[in-house]
């Protein structure tokens, strides 16, 4: 997890395993915003590594997950997010005060053959909405 000594905002993302989708929202918003977003993922039940696939995809727009480890979901983690995304269908305990929003991606079009093309689908539906998070966490810290 990222440490929180920087003045910007802190996204966490949240999905079943911490091992592809929310870490891969992670480093897209990482990619994306610099160092102005404090930037965490976990997840309900932590994978033992992060996805080979999904690293390969996020590594092609020039995003970096490979050295992340997937780390369990904390009540003090959700606490001190300014912003909980919960990345696909987890089930993620509301807590008072927290704001969390949920985004499920997109179903892959059955013409995508591959899991590699399945996962691109995936990486560009979290990239349009991390660019436009990005741009909401741009205009919230001016």
Same mark, same amino acid.
């Given at each position: 997890?990222?440490?929180?000594?920087?003045?910007?905002?802190?996204?966490?993302?949240?999905?079943?395993?911490?091992?592809?989708?929310?870490?891969?929202?992670? &480093?897209? /918003?990482?990619?994306? &915003?610099?160092?102005?977003?404090?930037?965490?993922? &976990?997840?309900?039940? +932590?994978?033992?590594?992060?996805?080979? /696939?999904? &690293?390969?995809?996020?590594?092609?727009?020039?995003?970096?997950?490979?050295?992340?480890?997937?780390?369990? /979901?904390?009540?003090?983690?959700?606490?001190?997010?300014?912003?909980?995304?919960?990345?696909?269908?987890?089930?993620?305990?509301?807590?008072?005060?927290? +704001?969390?929003?949920?985004?499920? +991606?997109?179903?892959?079009?059955?013409?995508?053959?591959?899991?590699?093309?399945?996962?691109?689908?995936?990486?560009?539906?979290?990239?349009?909405?991390?660019?436009?998070?990005?741009?909401?966490?741009?205009?919230?810290?001016?």
């Amino acid at each position: 997890m990222t440490s929180s000594n920087s003045s910007g905002p802190t996204v966490l993302f949240v999905c079943n395993t911490n091992g592809g989708k929310s870490q891969l929202a992670a &480093a897209l /918003l990482r990619r994306a &915003a610099g160092d102005s977003v404090q930037v965490q993922s &976990a997840g309900l039940i +932590p994978a033992h590594h992060v996805n080979e /696939l999904v &690293a390969s995809v996020a590594e092609e727009v020039g995003a970096d997950m490979r050295s992340e480890v997937p780390s369990a /979901l904390s009540d003090e983690a959700l606490r001190a997010a300014d912003k909980v995304i919960i990345v696909g269908e987890a089930q993620v305990p509301e807590l008072e005060g927290v +704001p969390m929003e949920r985004w499920v +991606p997109a179903e892959a079009p059955a013409s995508l053959a591959t899991d590699h093309e399945r996962m691109e689908f995936l990486r560009e539906d979290l990239a349009a909405r991390v660019s436009e998070l990005a741009k909401e966490l741009g205009s919230a810290a001016e």
